[in-house]
């Protein structure tokens, strides 16, 4: 079966079980479940129970899709990302946006956990991604190109929706929260950074880095899709100390930092 016709044959799956489209989408990252609060929720699909779905393994992802309404607008958010690291393939880790797009999603929001370079950033602190640079060892759209899903060369130029940048930091005034906007850096993980690799990705350009978000960006851009994506910073890679990273650590800072995260992300999806 070709790629398309398991976007379809899940599409469909789906379809016979919730009642209106969404138009939104929402990747929740680690730590970052608690957007779901804030959704008024209408159905759960647990991933297991859908066709040609992976089912993610990483603690901190609850593992199933959620419909309802999140800021007055049709929703479909994912408690739980697939990660390149965990042995996915690129087809498989942003197989979920090829469905969102296939069930009537024009817009995705993505949120993750990252890594900090930029010395002006603390841990907990909200940073609005303006824009990447993708250090994955696989690109999701290498190989044949089926044109019902997208063009040979998508332009890459605005990867963020800059509109909706603007918007997000509009509603973050109003609700007087701090945030910053910075670079994100895609690797393929599962180890955190060197020290010395810190310095280079930040040398390079980058603000933050992660093991997410870059492949699905791709893919939503391939769709046609408008893109908003926010960091958490949950630790700090440039730093004196020669302390160790733990995903404990990560999870920690991002459920700290998550309620303002999700409030902002509410509402800017109302908006749009």
Not at 92 to 104: N, Q
Not at 147 to 170: N, W
């Amino acid at each position: 079966m070709s790629l398309f016709d398991k976007i379809q044959a899940t599409a469909d799956f789906i379809k016979q079980r919730i009642s209106v489209a969404p138009e939104a989408g929402v990747i929740l990252g680690s730590g970052l479940g608690g957007l779901t609060e804030l959704m008024e929720t209408e159905l759960e699909i647990p991933y297991n129970e859908i066709p040609n779905f992976p089912v993610s393994t990483v603690q901190g992802h609850a593992g199933k899709m959620i419909f309802g309404k999140l800021g007055g607008k049709q929703t479909v958010m994912m408690a739980g990302r697939f990660h390149y690291y965990e042995g996915y393939n690129m087809d498989e880790v942003t197989f979920p946006v090829r469905v969102m797009k296939a069930l009537g999603v024009h817009s995705l929001f993505v949120s993750n956990a990252a890594g900090g370079m930029n010395p002006e950033y603390k841990v907990g602190d909200i940073v609005i991604i303006r824009d990447h640079i993708n250090l994955f060892p696989e690109h999701p759209l290498r190989g044949r190109n089926d044109e019902r899903l997208g063009v040979r060369f998508p332009d890459m130029s605005e990867p963020y929706t800059l509109e909706l940048i603007a918007k997000a930091q509009d509603i973050a005034k109003r609700q007087e929260l701090y945030v910053q906007t910075g670079v994100y850096i895609g690797l393929q993980g599962p180890t955190f950074e060197t020290r010395a690799e810190y310095k280079w990705l930040h040398v390079i350009g980058g603000d933050l880095v992660g093991m997410s978000t870059v492949p699905e960006v791709i893919v939503a851009i391939h769709s046609g899709m408008k893109i908003f994506g926010a960091s958490i910073v949950t630790d700090l890679g440039i730093r004196d100390e020669l302390n160790k990273i733990t995903h404990e650590e990560v999870l920690a800072a991002a459920n700290e930092a998550a309620p303002k995260l999700a409030k902002l992300i509410a509402e800017l999806v109302g908006s749009c």
